[in-house]
């Protein structure tokens, strides 16, 4: 099984009991599940990823102390450590993971705030423009299988809903990043022979041609090492992650770089098609750059439109 489901079992056998048993009075304060860092949170998890960091447990998420005094926080935390060590092959570790703990009881606001720095979910345009988006992804990943107030769940609605003019300013700054680095600079150290700065090309066209997927289907694109494996369950363009894997574990002799090149535009023919497809730009060419600066013009709020292109590269 994989660690969602060993989490929500976990919940349903001894956590939600405990809760009823021993703290009625929280019940209609409390959320349970799973999300934050680790690859279980993505349901990602395999036999190499469970060599650290992995074991049964689920997050408990608390309203401030003047709904949940400090004293009620502070016997949730004793039985939940309290709860058996061992469930489904699987056992709770003495040791923190490296970053703190990520299972057990936590405040909702602090949870947020360490994740998005805002502690109800509520960003400004400017943190919707510059936060990572593996820290976005984090927030509102895993599931979430008690909500009793309803907070955590309207939160994470909240985050996954970016503004559409901060979506086309993401989409824009990696649009042209992609043009630059794949349209023009890896052609351009091929005709060189400079084999490890193509190398560097393709990977930053790569780089930004998953966030750029990731934007086209509304969803935030993970930390790197889960990137294509979350790419690959993508409605839209998810069909690029095999063809951005060519170009990633391929050399670049001149034969090879020229294949490479025409998946360069291949690539780059079906990202502009999808643009156009959404509405985001009418061009009808693939030169990413000039799809980029057609998508930035659609940005509605002109401070926003006006900030430099490259503002979220």
Request: aromatic share 10%; hydrophobic share 35%.
């Amino acid at each position: 099984m994989r660690g969602l489901e060993i989490a929500r079992a976990y919940f349903e056998s001894f956590g939600l009991p405990m809760l009823r048993e021993r703290f009625p009075q929280l019940l209609p304060h409390v959320a349970a599940g799973l999300t934050g860092s680790g690859s279980e949170c993505y349901g990602y998890d395999d036999d190499v990823s469970r060599d650290h960091d992995f074991e049964p447990g689920f997050c408990l998420f608390l309203p401030g102390e003047d709904v949940v005094s400090r004293r009620d926080a502070f016997l949730l935390e004793r039985a939940y450590a309290a709860l058996p060590r061992a469930f489904m092959g699987c056992r709770r570790s003495l040791v923190a993971p490296v970053g703190g703990a990520r299972r057990g009881v936590c405040r909702t606001e602090e949870f947020y705030r360490d994740r998005v720095g805002s502690p109800d979910g509520h960003l400004t345009m400017e943190a919707f423009l510059t936060l990572p988006s593996y820290a976005l992804s984090e927030a509102v990943n895993g599931e979430i299988f008690y909500d009793g107030p309803g907070t955590v769940t309207e939160i994470r609605t909240h985050l996954r809903n970016m503004p559409e003019d901060a979506r086309r300013k993401r989409l824009a700054s990696h649009l042209l990043l992609m043009a630059q680095a794949g349209q023009y600079n890896y052609p351009r150290c091929c005709q060189r022979g400079d084999e490890g700065a193509a190398q560097l090309a393709l990977y930053e066209f790569a780089k930004s041609a998953m966030q750029v997927v990731f934007l086209l289907n509304h969803a935030y694109m993970p930390y790197y090492k889960w990137a294509f494996r979350a790419m690959r369950d993508l409605p839209r363009l998810s069909l690029l992650s095999v063809l951005l894997e060519y170009l990633l574990t391929t050399g670049n002799d001149r034969e090879t770089a020229e294949e490479k090149r025409k998946v360069v535009e291949d690539i780059c023919g079906d990202v502009a098609e999808e643009v156009r497809s959404q509405g985001l730009s009418s061009d009808p060419g693939q030169d990413l750059e000039r799809q980029a600066y057609a998508v930035q013009r659609g940005i509605r709020d002109p401070g926003v439109r006006n900030l430099h292109i490259l503002t979220c590269a």
